[in-house]
């Protein structure tokens, strides 16, 4: 990853945290060097057990992202869900969470996900507070 790549991301994420931060308050962490050296996520909500990858980019992978972000939410514990926050150049942010298994229609695959606007995505989380 480039130097401009890596800026590119670290900027996503301050954005992001930013906008959560704003509907949210201070439950919304940055990530902490135990968190990357242990492979935890972008930011995190411990009240609601939530753990967000951010992805600053042009190509969307929203299969490959959710993976991803379940990988690391497990490294959490019990009760953690990892969703993805994305966002690419001239657009608003999304979230993209996983949907569990009572949620996926019949004989829908695994990587089901449902596609939230940020307020939508702060209403999810307060209701897992």
Avoid at 14 to 26: F, I, S, T, V
């Amino acid at each position: 990853m480039s130097a401009v790549q890596r800026a590119k991301g670290i900027r996503g994420e301050n954005e992001a945290r930013k906008l959560l931060w704003e509907q949210l308050g201070d439950i919304v962490q940055p990530r902490d060097l135990s968190q990357t050296r242990d492979g935890g996520g972008d930011l995190r909500i411990p009240e609601a057990r939530v753990l967000v990858e951010v992805k600053r980019c042009e190509r969307r992978s929203v299969p490959a992202w959710l993976r991803q972000a379940a990988e690391s939410a497990q490294t959490q514990g019990d009760g953690w869900v990892g969703v993805v926050m994305w966002r690419r150049n001239m657009n608003p942010w999304s979230v993209y969470r996983p949907l569990p298994p009572r949620e996926l229609a019949h004989g829908q695959s695994s990587y089901g996900y449902q596609y939230l606007d940020v307020p939508e995505f702060c209403d999810w989380v307060r209701g897992r507070l």
